[in-house]
């Protein structure tokens, strides 16, 4: 007989409570308590562990107390008042359990996620031209609104504008209790069909636009040599701003040498903001690099939905003229385009927030 979903469960709690438990007696060890290092990693470790160990142990608390209350109503030799006592408890044990274990279910497949409060999201035109851009602008646009519903902190970073009022590409970070664990999702290629504004004769045409949504956690365990290990180029910035951004050599570029990733930044007049932005950008983008690559064991369903931050793949489609979103992940169509573009994804987020912890749950 093959163990349920809540078997795997809880046995995968049952060894990080064990593990809670190996790491106490640790830091108690005079050794491990005089070695700074090893005693601040150990304790943060706990700290992670704990926000699932205790509520787990409430649970397993609460499943004694019914499984004690079951036996004493199977028992025919028990005492009438203690079965009449453990008849009126097991109802509110049954409701008790099967609440909390609810509960641990979405801890344990959000608990990550959920720690990440801030966002780094890169925006860039794809196919289409001018149209293209216009998407862009409009996915920013889309976003900026969902976030101010749900009180997230947007700052731009970097932006590249079109003639037309576009973008070809913009960075911002997104700021927020959980933000990540809403859009984390959005990582990919979005597809748009509808009639440009460049379109005097009415045709459907289709552009696209790549989304990466880039975990910026509060501990990035990366330590990079920007002396050794990234080369940097300045350049003067161009575009609006004035005659000081022509002139002055401002606008830095960052390769790291080792994955290739870059980093340009333009955006401040000063040479030594840009090159914090950049930097910082360049942390991000190389600690999800390097998570992506250690999560390459992880299930397919779960690399696909979530974080991946693969630019080529088509995860949604934006069709105006039927007023329809198709997210192919999950196979979802809204016929509420209009209501979306104004910011209003919750349907939408939900409906992937639920598909990725039923898939997590199975690849217990």
């Known amino acids: 007989m093959s163990e349920s979903v809540d078997d795997r469960l809880l046995a995968k709690l ?20 005089s070695d700074p290092t090893q005693s601040i990693a150990l304790a943060r470790e706990a700290g992670k562990l704990r926000r699932l160990v205790e509520p787990y142990l409430e649970t397993k608390k609460t499943k004694q107390e019914l499984d004690e209350a079951a036996e004493i109503l199977a028992d025919p030799d028990q005492d009438p008042e203690m079965k009449e006592l453990a008849e009126s408890e097991i109802g509110d044990l049954r409701r008790r359990y099967t609440e909390q274990l609810e509960g641990l279910k979405e801890k344990v497949v959000t608990s990550d996620d959920a720690a990440i409060s801030s966002v780094i999201v890169e925006i860039r035109a794809g196919t289409g031209g001018a149209e293209a851009a216009l998407f ?44 990540y664990s809403h859009l984390g999702y959005e990582s990919g290629g979005h597809r748009v069909q509808r009639v440009p504004e460049t379109e005097s004769q009415g045709r459907v045409h289709t552009s696209a636009a790549t989304v990466a949504v880039l975990p910026e956690p509060e501990e990035i365990d990366i330590q990079i040599n920007w002396d ?63 998570r992506s690559a250690a999560d390459s064991e992880r299930a397919a369903a779960r690399k696909s939905l979530i974080g991946s931050g693969d630019r080529s793949q088509r995860i949604r489609t934006y069709n105006f003229p039927q007023n329809r979103c198709t997210d192919h992940r999950i196979g979802l169509d809204l016929y509420s385009l209009d209501k979306l573009m104004q910011g209003e994804l919750g349907e939408l987020i939900a409906g992937l927030q639920t598909y990725d912890k039923e898939q997590r749950l199975q690849n217990l």
């Open 136 to 179: 862009c602008r409009d996915l920013y646009e889309m976003y900026l609104r969902y976030c101010e519903k749900q009180r997230f902190k947007v700052e731009v970073m970097d932006q590249s504008g079109s003639d037309m009022g576009g973008f070809k590409e913009l960075t911002m970070t997104i700021r927020g209790n959980g933000v």
């Open 14 to 33: 049952q060894e990080l409570a064990d593990r809670c438990e190996e790491i106490n007696t640790e830091m108690i060890d005079p050794a491990v308590a």
């Open 228 to 290: 050794l290990e990234t080369e940097e180029f300045v350049s003067r910035a161009g575009g609006p701003g004035g005659q000081n951004v022509n002139k002055v050599s401002s606008a830095i570029r960052l390769v790291h040498n080792e994955t290739g990733i870059t980093v340009s930044m333009r955006d401040e007049k000063s040479q030594h903001k840009n090159r914090a932005k950049a930097r910082r950008i360049m942390t991000v983008r190389l600690y999800d690099h390097f």
